[in-house]
């Protein structure tokens, strides 16, 4: 179990380790000591090269930052990340070489921030892990029946079931879980994985090539002041670095940008997906059945639906997607799915049982015509921080893995093989491996999403969708566009009548406060508010009077409010509530003015998710 990082990774001080040393690797001038349940770190003296290096915290006196080499370097410790690490580790032991393999993750332990639906194909586990089911897998139960359900206010219609959705020898799993697993069998075989370490900057060569990455300082005050624990930040160098961050990555919008890794006018879209994991009654428990719906609580001119997916020991998954293109600045995702979960189809489901965690994130919806460049000087983009999710399947975690076991044959081939590694490696190759599989599973799929932007909304799409994954299968000569991005999509609030969202029942529905608490999330007060805001005033100045502040609608953490200013009778101030923050990265996609900065927190902040 992955506790705390190192605390020469400037996170969080190191626990005494109580457990019997099961291995030590030396990385410059420190050891890494695993045990079976935690990292300890003890400095030796060898010599290690130091850099002293622009923070964003500007105020805090500069001091040099070590830095520790690897081969590669993976930020993020999700599906993408891991299979990665994973496939370099099993290419190397299987070639008897040698190969230093590193992976930060922001979370506090490896899955405490992954969240999906999750219904899973197994075709990527088991090229890593043949026998995954004889090694403890977490993937437990098999998906047996698909049902497709248009909602109503009151009704529950069926509806044809498209070939796209069936999980015919799919597992329902919590992927919070799975994660956990690969993050052990990554670490058995060798791999530095190390929670609670938040990647905060790139370091780039003087020829422009990505060089590495640096995490974050910490014991830092709220006013960018050195506490008594501040401890600066350390440089991790690779001759590869695969960003593995997920949707809309910190780091990964500010690399795509620099580098020009995506077309003029080419851009990303979004969901935002909320899910519950309920333990219900028994006899309303149909393991292996899932649920997907269309319709009620959402409008005809926005893009969503809901899941419902029965996994084992009586538990139930299930959530509502809101496409971030809403154009309505009333709307909450928060309290649609709330209204969702009032439809007597859901009700009917969940009464007599009780929530046992929530949670929140984005998606990347955009498809093939919002794939980025995936490979620059020094790295690549694997998984959902590119973009590979198959809206039509409702699946990503396929594509993420996959993505990540082809970047690690490529750059196995280019360190190992070729002997490359003394400028910068550029894995060109990588992206033909995708362009051969993922890329031709995501081409037949293209004009699903973008159909729904026709004035017929979801009737269009639906319409359109049937017809090409039924029978077109993508074999046609156009690909639609996606309009806008989705904070351009968002309409003034004079155009918009407010939403009357009923109030919560505290059996079903709840408030936003009381599901936030079922995240665990935690930040420590003071350090600085990693939410940032470029200009202070754009939010009283312009989204209040002419989007009515969406702010406190979009987040579905309770973040953002608009509250009286005491100073100034009359009028209101922008208050951030940033110890809230679950990390969904909502504010930074759908923000009009685009004038929030998502950025780490100080390692091992946000959420704490549980089988999710």
Known sequence: MYRAAPSVFGQRAIRTVLSKPTSVRSRGKYVFVATNSQYAVQRVPQSVRTFSTTRITQDVASEPRDVMEYDVVIVGGGPAGLAASIRLKQQAAKDDKELNVVVVEKGGEIGAHTLSGACIEVGPLEELFPDWKAQGAPLNQPALHDQMKYLTKNHALPMPH???????????????????WLGEKAEELGVDVFPGTAASEIIYADDGSVRGIATNDAGVSKEFKQKASYTPGIELHGKVTLFAEGCHGSLTKGLISKLKLRNEG????????????WEVDPKKHSPGDIVHTMGYPLDYKTYGGGFIYHMEDNKVSLGLVVGLDYQNPYLSPYKEFQRFKAHPFVT???KGGRVLSYGARALTEGGVQSLPKLFFPGGALIGDTAGFVNVPKIKGTHNAMKSGILAADSAYKAIVLDGLGESAIVLSDYEEAVNNTIRKELYEVRNVRPSFHTPLGIWGGMMWSGLDTMFLKGRVPFTFQHPHPDHAMMQPAAMHKPIDYPKPDNEITFDILTSVSRTGTNHAEDQPVHLRLKDQTVEIRENLPVYAGPEQRFCPAGVYEYVDDEANPGKKRFQINSQNCIHCKTCDIKDPAQNIDWTVPEGGGGPQYVDT
């Not at 080419?266 to 994991?277: C, N, P, R, S």
């Open 266 to 277: 080419q851009f990303q879209t979004y969901g935002l997906g909320i899910k519950e994991v």
């Open 348 to 350: 009917n489901l969940l």
């Open 162 to 180: 498209p070939p796209q959705m069936s999980n015919k020898g799919n597992y329902i799993v919590s992927l919070s879980n799975v994660v956990k």
